[in-house]
């Protein structure tokens, strides 16, 4: 029995334009899923999910788009295995709202099979390699981005066939969930309806630019001044239309309460906000007191393990 975890994300900038080459900043956050596989007589892949109370079953051979069962078929693949296996998630991260958390349970997954069958630990590459494979079977056209962050950990600055680690110091942030669910493949569908508007090429392009300005003041430890950016990058998540009244409420009630920055993360359509504040508890206290939820996470934290 192998126990693997990762950590959920935040899509810091980037969002929705790295799928279209442009870059994107990610980190790893203090919430992570805990996946623990164990091998079974049979031909058959069993998933019990803890949170969900769900219990999944499928033949080893048989094709299936559940990420977690794609995720022990890649593993089984690497490890040129094809016993039974069971696996057990846990996980601290919300479903659907953004944070990463099919990516990471994917990733845990991978990483608590492959080691399971091969006896010892896949490289992070070869996870995340592993997990964006996994990845594809569940999202429409996904970036990478998600599966590279939780593997490797840390905050990334990742553009589709180059990622690298940025030397940055951990930021404490504030996530509200807007209580509303997102299928993150319609979001991305939506996107790329509309991507043939010239408008719509101009945004991408100006996140793009809002990522490589955002790399600069990381690496000079100005963490304090990407609240603007943050700002900036809302409106343009807003111009593309995967906003909502939901989250532009939680953005405006973060401004109103003090916030430097506040922002979608990930897909949008529903999930979450973050904002940036120098009072993150006062914060809190203003979205709880508004009905949502609220918490604070601390960015750059370590990518896949075994536990």
């Given at each position: ?300 934290q370590p990518g896949v393990r075994i536990d």
């Amino acid at each position: 029995m192998i126990r693997a975890s990762a950590p959920g994300k935040l899509i810091l900038f980037g969002d929705h334009a790295v799928v279209y080459g442009e870059p994107g900043i990610a980190t790893a956050i203090n919430k992570r899923a805990y996946s623990t596989a164990c091998e079974l007589d049979g031909k058959k892949i069993v998933v019990e999910s803890k949170d969900t109370g769900e219990t999944t079953e499928c033949g080893i051979r048989e094709k299936s788009k559940n990420p977690i069962i794609a995720a022990v078929q890649e593993a089984q693949k690497f490890s040129k295995s094809r016993s039974g296996i069971g696996i057990e998630i846990n996980s601290q991260i919300p479903i659907g709202a953004g944070l990463g958390s099919s990516a990471a349970v994917a990733t845990a997954t991978i990483a608590s099979v492959a080691t399971l069958l091969t006896g010892k630990e896949p490289s992070t590459m070869e996870i995340a390699e592993m997990a964006y494979k996994a990845d594809k079977l569940a999202h429409e056209s996904p970036s990478g981005i998600d599966t590279a962050v939780t593997s490797l950990g840390g905050t990334i600055f990742f553009k589709k066939g180059n990622i690298s680690q940025l030397d940055s110091e951990p930021l404490t942030l504030v996530v509200a969930n807007s209580g509303v669910r997102r299928n993150t493949s319609d979001m991305v569908l939506r996107v790329k309806n509309s991507i043939r508007d010239p408008r719509v090429a101009l945004s991408m392009f100006s996140i793009g630019s809002l990522s490589k300005e955002a790399r600069t003041i990381l690496l000079g430890k100005r963490q304090g001044d990407l609240g603007p950016l943050m700002d900036r990058g809302q409106s343009l998540l807003k111009d593309l239309g995967v906003s909502s009244t939901s989250l532009e409420d939680l953005v405006q009630l973060a401004k109103d309460s003090g916030a430097v920055g506040s922002k979608i993360t990930g897909a949008g359509g529903g999930g979450c906000i973050i904002s940036l504040s120098d009072n993150p508890e006062t914060l809190i206290q203003a979205f709880k007191e508004s009905g949502a939820s609220a918490y604070s996470v601390r960015t750059n934290q370590p990518g896949v393990r075994i536990d």
